[in-house]
């Protein structure tokens, strides 16, 4: 069985960004040595979120290209992520353009975990096909 290394956000950006040659090579090593199967990279879906966040706030990049550069990172067998499922379909979701990364989880969330209903004030989400928002949970069947 290969070791197993947490991965944080700062190497999956300097993976993506390729900005800084000594740390953007060591990342480009550490997922071919994961994609080689010497070891497993295991990512926690906050140093995911956290990635995302900054591609789009401090680098300025679109949505559409930050999921075209974070998919096949994800889906990589030799990735584990908890729900991995959930966040392909998040990183979808937002690639689209249309969601807040934190939106497209909470829409994948719903649409793995609770056929499709979600909790949510945001109006916006009930525009997300599949998606049956609700802001006040109906009554409670007598029991």
């Given amino acids: 069985m290969p070791a197993a290394y947490a991965v944080d956000a700062n190497v999956i950006l300097r993976l993506v960004l390729g900005d800084e040659t000594d740390l953007s090579a060591k990342a480009k090593a550490a997922f071919a040595a994961a994609e080689s199967g010497a070891v497993t990279l ?7 979120a956290e990635a995302v966040w900054v591609l789009t706030s401090h680098y300025k990049v679109a949505p559409g290209d930050i999921a075209d550069a974070l ?3 994800v889906k990589m067998r030799e990735l584990c992520l908890p729900e991995k499922g959930r966040y392909v379909r998040a990183l979808e979701l937002y690639g689209q353009g249309q969601l ?5 989880c909470a829409c994948a969330t ?7 209903r ?16 609700v802001e006040t949970l109906p009554p409670s069947s007598p029991q």
């Fill in 42 to 48: 295991e990512c926690d879906p906050v140093n995911l």
């Fill in 71 to 73: 998919l096949p990172l």
């Fill in 100 to 104: 807040r990364f934190g939106d497209a």
């Fill in 110 to 116: 719903a649409e793995t975990a609770s056929q499709g």
């Fill in 118 to 133: 979600l909790l949510s004030f945001d109006r916006a989400l009930s525009r997300v096909p599949g998606i049956d928002r």
